[in-house]
């Protein structure tokens, strides 16, 4: 089985303070995504990446960076924490062409103070 | 640009009931759809996928269908049970790059 794991499932830090969320795939994938989500406005996708060192932009990259330094592993990084980014944080990953299917992470609850 | 549309937004069935839960979306050119459960609090469990040249597939008590040319696909299940109660998101991939509706809440009772 695909197994996506995320460091954290809660996390409480405070304003200004420098945030790593890392995020784990074991089947080679050569797609991951960081979403948020928020009651109310869904899922949101922050960045993703299709290969290594590769990144995108999602629909609301604004206030946060990503690193892709080896294949399994994708880090979102919010560089100055604010309390609007308290939120869900959800990473996915997906193999490439051959299906698009999506696996999920457990998901890290990000509190701001 | 793609948009995916879910109704109901919630809905609240005694145990027994078959339901039918709808994903609509506008630009018919996709890869695959796929259907998620989240219970609260957690991330997303994926139910079926289904490719853009298959019409449904079946696991256990829940079928999803595909029309492609009307934009729609149904999520049924059978027989509900109270531990089908979360919250259901349907994700439609024109690109390795999904657009989610904003899900179904389900709440089964006793």
């Known amino acids: 089985d695909v197994k996506v794991t995320q460091s954290s499932r809660y996390l409480v830090k405070r304003t200004g303070e420098k945030v790593f969320l890392e995020c784990v795939q074991d089947m080679d994938h050569e797609n991951m995504f960081w979403y948020r989500q928020d009651p109310g406005l869904g899922l949101r996708l922050i960045y993703f990446s299709y290969d290594v060192k590769m990144k995108e932009k999602g629909d609301i990259p604004e206030g946060y960076s990503v690193s892709r330094e080896k294949k399994e592993r994708f880090s979102l990084i919010l560089e100055s924490a604010s309390t609007n980014q308290t939120s869900m944080y959800l990473c996915a990953s997906s193999p490439g062409q051959v299906s698009y299917e999506q696996y999920f992470g457990p998901g890290t609850r990000l509190t701001v103070t | 640009k793609q948009e995916v549309t879910q109704i109901p937004a919630a809905l609240s069935v005694p145990e027994g009931e078959n339901l039918v839960l709808n994903c609509s979306f506008t630009d018919s050119a996709i890869y695959n759809l796929q259907w998620f459960r989240q219970d609260p609090g957690k991330g997303l469990t994926s139910l079926l996928l289904i490719q853009s040249s298959q019409r449904e597939q079946t696991s256990g008590r829940l079928n999803a269908s595909l029309d492609k040319s009307s934009g729609r696909s149904t999520l049924y299940i059978a027989a509900s049970q109270p531990g089908d109660s979360a919250t259901y998101l349907c994700?439609?991939?024109?690109?390795?790059?999904?657009?989610f509706g904003r899900g179904t809440s389900l709440i089964v009772h006793p």
């Open positions: 994700a439609v991939m024109g690109s390795y790059i999904p657009t």
